[in-house]
């Protein structure tokens, strides 16, 4: 499997931003897609799991009921759709994907979301 994200860009605080992965290659029911971050002088952070087969979904308390993870298995992307955004979401952002949550060994490159304040 290989990832292509895309989507970053600048935003204003409030605002909304939506980024999406391009997955090639087969993907297993089994397999966990993911979004991650890293944002200045901080550590990459697990911001949203997706399940590929079922579609089960995790979220950390810092994005939860604002950030939402889609999967379009026909088109073979995971959407990661940001609203509420606040300045500290400001980051680069990757997707990821791997067996399980936390456990990516795929990832694609980085695309980066600024919001400004």
């Known amino acids: 499997v290989q990832l292509q994200a895309s989507g970053g860009g600048l935003v204003q605080t409030g605002g909304s931003l939506r980024l999406s992965c391009a997955a090639s290659?087969?993907?297993?029911?089994?397999?966990?897609m993911a979004w991650l971050r890293q944002g200045p002088g901080k550590e990459r952070e697990l911001i949203a799991n997706?399940?590929?087969?079922?579609?089960?979904?995790y979220y950390p308390g810092s994005v939860k009921g604002r950030f939402t993870i889609y999967r379009d298995k026909g088109e073979k992307t995971v959407d990661l759709q940001m609203d509420s955004l606040k300045p500290e979401d400001t980051a680069v952002y990757y997707c990821?994907?791997?067996?399980?949550?936390?456990?990516?060994?795929?990832w694609g490159q980085g695309t980066l979301v600024t919001v400004s304040s």
């Open positions: 290659g087969r993907i297993f029911s089994s397999t966990s």
């Open positions: 990821a994907a791997g067996t399980s949550v936390g456990d990516y060994t795929i």
């Open positions: 997706i399940r590929w087969g079922a579609g089960n979904t």
